[in-house]
């Protein structure tokens, strides 16, 4: 008798389980039939865009450092293969060019030029700009715009060289030049000058393009070509606008010296502006002053 109700015990016990299971299997056979008529998709990535959209890479980048001010649409444009340059726009706010300039409005002096024989600084004619360079991290907005430099040209924070503040008068340039160095005093001393980004702290009504006399391919095919002084017609010419940054690199990715990045400004004929500038070099720069104080 007590075998009986066992068994019959064990037997509603297997029935649940059946029942169990076969309504999971049910549930399959529907989940699997509307998958297939398109009436729901498995949530595969949660971010809608392209895979080869960067939207959220840059919102990765941008939102680490928040800095100051809030910063217009930020996107990147190829400017030119050789030499390797790119546009960021809006990478810096108007807060952050405003407070920069006034930073650096009291403290400007004539730029100088390096001596190619000798690696010292010395004063020129092809360079008529005045500035002023700032400390690295000097306060909390320099770090955060070294670090967004950082993040953007994907080199460490402490290749990076102190930032340096320009102001260009109506008429003042620099003529073309390369930001490597031919000299052993400056290329010992912290390595050869990877890369370049300028930072256009105000806008230009005329003149005062970035211009790559030596870049390969059609320079009249940049979308602002109509906008640009006769001058900035004779190459590859960006024109300023207040917040974008300019990247280019003077050394290819083998690490051999590109004579196409030979740059220069060009004299504004109108406003006068300030740019912003910066190297990356092939040595730790901090770790490089950090042992020389020892
Ligand atoms: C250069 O680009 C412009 C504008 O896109 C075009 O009209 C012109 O034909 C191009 N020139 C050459 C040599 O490809």
Known sequence: MAKVRHSRLQARKWSTVTLVLSMLFMLSVVLLMLLGLGVFFLPINDDDSAPNDLTSYRRMASERGKGLGKRGEQWT??????????????????EECEYLINLAKPHMVKS????????KSKDSRVRTSSGMFLRRGQDKIIKDIEKRIADYSFIPVEHGEGLQVLHYEVGQKYDAHFDYFLDEFNTKNGGQRMATMLMYLSDVEEGGETIFPAAKGNISSVPWWN?????????LAVKPKMGDALLFWSMRPDATLDPSSLHGLLPSFSLSYFIFSCGSRMIKLALHSRLKKI
């Open 227 to 235: 906008e640009l002084s006769e001058c900035g017609k004779q190459g």
């Open 77 to 94: 444009e190829v400017l030119s293969w050789e030499p390797r340059a790119f546009i960021y726009h809006n990478f810096l706010s108007k």
């Open 112 to 119: 100088t030029v390096v001596d190619s024989k000798t690696g």
